[in-house]
């Protein structure tokens, strides 16, 4: 427990991340560093950025609503702190997503309106299932949810999406690995806080791995709609061959994901995140269930 307290300790945070990797950094990335002209210039990329962001956008403020919701559930006061710096972390998300919802263009007075308009359906579903967890109160579902099926699905996601950006986009690359960093701390505490609780209260386990089975089948949707029939695939292409010709490579996971067909992609992408679930379920004594296929 001592290793606990202070790993996930309030002082530990300002160390690591206020002080440590965020110092210096202007909404998540270096001040001065501004999206590519090509991508602004360009309609149908800069659309998909947006309706990329939107998405970041929508995954966040369901992280923010359930880790501040998790602070009156939890059973102990050191995971109330946690909980806390957690909320920060997640604000600070939605804040430098929104942030990248207003450099290529979009009003603030129109923020909410965009928000609506591209939402993906299957994202939202997914944050409600959650979210039903986080009202009633129940902090092993809540933390289950949030801290290994959400934050391990935006860990893969920030990642790849990192590997794709960090020649093409750095402005954007340096925002996620900010983030990647958030999220691996907010992993390692769902996995260390709600093992023994799995333990304590073993007849909870049908009922997580339904809501797991669930949220993974949403999430999979949502991969779905991105990947296939996405509207700047052939801009997308001509911009990844282009950084290829210029000696460039997307690496992430053993693959080059620059010479890859969407499809491929979403595959490395749901591959990987399904089986971290199953490595870190595991790890907590719940049992990684197989979604249906979208
Ligand atoms: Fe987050
Ligand atoms: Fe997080």
């Given at each position: 427990?001592?290793?606990?307290?202070?790993?996930?300790?309030?002082?530990?945070w300002?160390e690591?991340?206020?002080?440590?990797y965020?110092?210096?950094?202007?909404?998540?990335?270096?001040?001065?560093e501004?999206?590519?002209?090509?991508?602004?210039?360009?309609?149908?990329?800069?659309e998909e950025s947006?309706?990329?962001?939107?998405?970041?956008?929508?995954?966040?403020?369901?992280?923010?609503?359930a880790s501040?919701?998790?602070?009156?559930?939890?059973p102990?006061?050191?995971?109330?702190r946690?909980?806390?710096?957690?909320?920060?972390?997640?604000?600070?998300?939605?804040?430098?997503?929104?942030?990248?919802?207003?450099?290529?263009?979009?009003?603030?007075?129109?923020?909410?309106?965009?928000?609506?308009?591209?939402?993906?359906?299957?994202?939202?579903k997914?944050?409600?299932?959650?979210?039903?967890?986080v009202?009633?109160?129940?902090?092993?579902?809540g933390?289950?949810?949030?801290?290994?099926?959400?934050?391990g699905m935006?860990f893969?996601?920030?990642?790849?999406?990192?590997?794709?950006?960090?020649?093409?986009n750095?402005k954007?690359?340096h925002?996620?690995?900010?983030?990647?960093?958030?999220?691996?701390?907010?992993?390692?505490f769902g996995?260390?806080?709600?093992?023994?609780?799995?333990k304590?209260?073993?007849e909870?386990?049908?009922e997580?791995?339904?809501?797991?089975?669930?949220?993974?089948?949403?999430?999979?949707a949502?991969?779905?709609?991105?990947?296939?029939?996405?509207?700047?695939?052939?801009?997308?292409r001509?911009?990844?061959?282009?950084?290829?010709?210029?000696?460039?490579?997307?690496?992430?996971?053993g693959?080059?994901?620059?010479?890859?067909?969407?499809?491929?992609?979403?595959?490395?992408?749901?591959?990987?995140?399904l089986?971290?679930?199953?490595?870190?379920?595991?790890?907590?004594?719940?049992?990684?269930?197989?979604?249906?296929r979208?």
């Open positions: 427990m001592a290793d606990f307290l202070s790993a996930y300790s309030i002082q530990t300002l690591s991340c206020p002080q440590g965020l110092e210096g950094t202007r909404f998540g990335h270096l001040p001065g501004k999206e590519p002209e090509p991508l602004l210039a360009n309609d149908i990329l800069r947006i309706r990329t962001t939107v998405q970041l956008v929508v995954g966040e403020r369901c992280a923010l609503a501040s919701g998790l602070i009156n559930a939890a102990d006061e050191a995971s109330k946690f909980l806390a710096t957690q909320t920060l972390d997640e604000a600070r998300h939605v804040e430098i997503f929104s942030q990248r919802l207003v450099d290529p263009g979009v009003r603030k007075e129109k923020m909410e309106d965009v928000i609506r308009q591209y939402a993906n359906r299957n994202l939202v997914f944050a409600e299932v959650l979210l039903e967890k009202d009633k109160k129940d902090f092993i579902a933390v289950v949810g949030q801290n290994i099926v959400l934050e935006a893969s996601v920030f990642e790849m999406m990192h590997a794709l950006n960090q020649q093409l750095p954007f690359a925002t996620l690995s900010g983030t990647i960093a958030d999220e691996r701390r907010h992993v390692g996995e260390n806080r709600i093992g023994s609780l799995i304590e209260y073993p909870r386990r049908p997580i791995e339904r809501m797991q089975k669930e949220m993974s089948y949403y999430m999979l949502t991969f779905a709609d991105a990947f296939r029939n996405n509207p700047a695939r052939d801009e997308f001509r911009l990844e061959s282009a950084l290829v010709e210029n000696g460039g490579s997307a690496q992430w996971q693959v080059e994901l620059a010479t890859m067909e969407p499809e491929e992609m979403e595959t490395v992408l749901a591959t990987t995140v089986s971290e679930f199953k490595t870190r379920l595991g790890r907590i004594g719940i049992e990684y269930q197989s979604p249906a979208p």
